[in-house]
């Protein structure tokens, strides 16, 4: 197990396959490899940039198989469970324990929006019956409900519900969530849109769950110890490139899955692994693929 | 085969369950018989009534199976698909079409928000794939995306999709579809809300998708009645039947969820089957059904 | 002072402009003389196809006095007295009465989004203080709040307000407002959307406020008409022709303008007045216009 | 002129009134003179805090003009003229010229919901036609839409627009818009929400425009000269202070406005000023100031 609460750069792995039904498991060995050279602290697979939700159950269950293999308790292993089905999700989670996993992340269920006296009582049930420690997942652009500050304290009380990965971009929920978790210091608050991730270290949080570490870990890394260690100049530094990477590459084409998109055509241009992506998306054609690599020279790399 | 456009009221039928993992079986067959003694054109199982995102895959398929068996072919079966996986959408839609189902319906994957290209793309691979036709389900307030009407105009050319079921509520999307869709007599246009049914069968549209028809299969066939054949007088009356039904029963609790546990906790008053709810929902605790109670016998209800 | 409820046709006027603080009088003299002459049953203006947030209140004021002025009592006058603060509407209503005006309308407050505890205290205070009836206008996309029905209810309590324009396009409210308010027969209720003005006439409803009545008055008069006298074969071939003009016109461009925009360089297509937009909005440029003009030939219009 | 880019804390005053029609200039004085005294750099009147769009245009002058009286040229005075129409903001800004105001604050028109380019178009119309410079206002919960940052970045070519004030809480947004506007360093970038100022100020922001400082001016200013001059221990103490005082007082009833409320009504507890609410909202009743009169005595005010 881990110490608590966990810190430093957690990537949301994203799933390479080569198919609506095939892992691409050497580029999967060649991502994890590479994060973990690059220093990360835990990888967090399953999650929305693992397009977790589109992928069927089989290649899931597979992917914790392989990710546990490869990982070799180098590292923790996060797994999303993430279900409208909460017997789904139990057996996501018996599988992850099976495998070696070290923990789960379970955002809402996604179909009706729960309200908060819901939430408190599935997310309970759910921790009651998981064979690992669980992790909140907020996520409400895709979710359509936040999980509340006040929520998240009474959820804290549970002793297998040992963190949150926050992904609603506001700053005001971050910092409402140290402040009411500040008499329970190993609750572990993850930050996910890398853009902010910086400043929330500086104020108290503990790490980054950064979809751009799947490309770029070391600098995340950086990134993470420079904010940690209150490297401000070190940080200016690293703040730009970080921000220089996110406008580059995330929006390229038009729709709200251009971020997935933009990463695993990065990915696949520096030789990392496949490019596929899950139904209902499609990877780049060639003219996004062309601006992807003007972009990935332009932020100097050599491709 | 049914006739096309299918026509009348096909109830989107509750999923009567005694735990998360257990169909009971008793109370679909009473469900279900009651149903078509009522005059039902078909059922629409694994819809939003039917908590099909909440329940497991194999009561899922249970339900295609036992459903299929306890129809015997008497009216149309329709079985939703609804997934952000394809994989598991293209094996929900074997079992449909292994145990005899006559159709099957899609709303758009909920988790990510598609664009209406994506959509185009992703309901012509699916509908291209499937071994059953397909109608199609927009309902946005549960998948953050409305199906456009051009985008509906577009997908009506794939000869495997037959229809669409509307539950917007948003009356100029319905009247834009019946324009639009002018020329293809054929294509089933369905409403989902039944407090607009009664206007949207004068309008030229062609049957209800009724939640309430769980409950009182009778009045909601009459009331297609009525508007099919344009006498206004019965629908007066009924149309007033029906608002106070839905101004009764689906407000009660203070969550999305209350209008199915509402109509749950009716059937289970009236004898017809369990109230029990999937995680992440429970039923009602006994004020809220006694509130139930009180709003069924105000409704005529002999219990 | 006119019949209750208030029945037909009644169009949200345009306001021409030929700058931002100077009215088209003579325009509107055009529009609205057309406009009667076509048999609607009164006007409406300062609504949200009036541009009214947009306009000074100099030019406001000016349109109402003009607007009276040119009506000639030959039919009732509405005004729209929408605004964030209660004085300001106050000011309005006194210049609607002093010209003579017959009504006025009101959206809740747009800026802070007010509960419905709230939004009952807000009109009830409103009502009381006015020197004319009052009609809500329920507007949930630019206000941010429904009024709900229940709230409409409790509100038709008040003997100054006396009916509600509903421009939500969604069928199950309206249909609910008929439910609740089926013992109050002098409450008018409107529609807004065109395209479901049929339907709703058809269900009891008392009238439409559509904007393509600036364009073709008679269209949408003998739309009203049909609905009423159930004579549906008349209502076909009319619903088809409103359905064209609203697919035709109105998503011209690419912002949530684009609709009045449609209508104003329509209108001044036909020579009926001036199409100058009030900042922060720019009439059509040159490409659009021309659009505007094929679609109007292909609508059978010759210009 | 104040030196640029501004910063610190510029309180964003709320508006002391007697009633709807009458400015409480006493409290007013009050709450300027305290303010100043606890050392804020600047004022913002006639914003969000300030009521501006429910009070009448002649209140609003007045509060302009004695603002500018009280505060006699010892801090920058920020007038917000956030308007619907076009003129109005001119009249708004014309008297804010008049009496000696430094800026100006302008929200985009919050009726229709702009496009970016109709957004471009109109803060540049509106820039180039005012007698002070200009800060943008993104406050997209009450707007409806964000001026994006490739917005700002464009927007910031024009002489006259000097800076923005963030409320949309969006960590994201705000690092996106330090990184795009590197190169401008006089471009000023002010934080609303207190919870997450001080770490836009860690980060580079300016300053912040905190409601709280309303009420303890010294505690807004302390935080920011912590954050400014990176010392950790006491920004730590500050940041719980400024949490406390938030999920304290911000909360009570259950509406939006809830938090000006609360604000005023802790204001009037303290003697500063009345605590009349413009309509559409009302003062706290009994019980909820009694639980603002508890909080504040909790937070270890002598009462």
Redesign the interface.
């Known amino acids: 197990m881990f110490t608590k609460p966990l810190r430093g750069i957690i990537p949301p792995v994203i799933t390479p396959m080569i198919d609506?039904?095939t892992l691409d498991v050497i580029g999967l060995e060649n991502l994890l490899n590479r994060m973990i050279k690059g220093g990360v602290s835990g990888v967090f697979i399953l999650g929305?940039s693992g397009e977790a939700?589109?992928?069927?159950?089989?290649?899931r269950k597979e992917l914790i198989k392989e990710t546990c293999r490869i990982v070799e308790k180098r590292i923790p292993v996060l797994v999303g469970i993430t279900d409208?089905?909460?017997?789904?999700s139990l057996?996501l989670a018996a599988n992850a324990a099976l495998y070696g996993a070290d923990a789960l992340v379970a955002a809402?269920?996604?179909?009706?929006?729960?309200?908060q006296?819901?939430?408190i009582?599935?997310y309970n049930?759910?921790a009651n019956q998981l064979p690992l420690p669980l992790f909140l997942y907020n996520m409400p652009s895709?979710v359509?409900v936040m999980i509340e500050p006040e929520t998240v304290l009474a959820l804290s009380e549970n002793p297998n519900i040992i963190g949150l990965k926050d992904s609603s971009?506001?700053?005001?929920?971050?910092?409402?969530l140290i402040?009411?978790l500040?008499n329970k210091p190993e609750f572990t608050l993850l930050c996910g849109?890398e853009?902010?991730t910086?400043?929330?270290i500086?104020?108290?949080g503990h790490g980054g769950v950064n979809g751009g570490a799947n490309l770029f870990p070391e600098l995340y890394v950086a990134l993470y110890d420079a904010a940690a260690s209150?490297d401000?100049e070190k940080l200016?530094e690293l703040?730009?490139q970080v921000?220089?990477v996110?406008?580059s590459l995330y929006n390229i084409g038009?729709?709200?899955?251009s971020y997935i998109k933009g990463v695993k055509t990065a990915l696949n241009l520096l030789g990392v692994c496949s490019d596929y992506m899950?139904?209902?998306?499609?990877k780049f054609k060639d003219a996004e693929r062309a601006v992807v690599k003007k972009k990935l020279i332009e932020l100097g790399l050599d491709i």
Do not use: C, W
């Not at 939700?53 to 290649?59: A, C, L, M, T």
């Not at 038009?254 to 899955?257: E, H, L, Q, T």
């Open positions: 609506n039904d929305t939700q589109n992928i069927s159950y089989n290649v409208t089905s909460f017997s789904e057996l809402p269920p996604y179909y009706f929006a729960p309200g006296a819901e939430l009582q599935y049930d759910l895709h359509k971009a506001n700053g005001v929920y971050f910092q409402k402040y009411l500040r849109p853009e902010m910086a400043e929330v500086l104020m108290g209150k401000f200016a703040q730009s921000l220089r996110s406008l038009k729709y709200a899955s899950a139904e209902p998306f499609h």
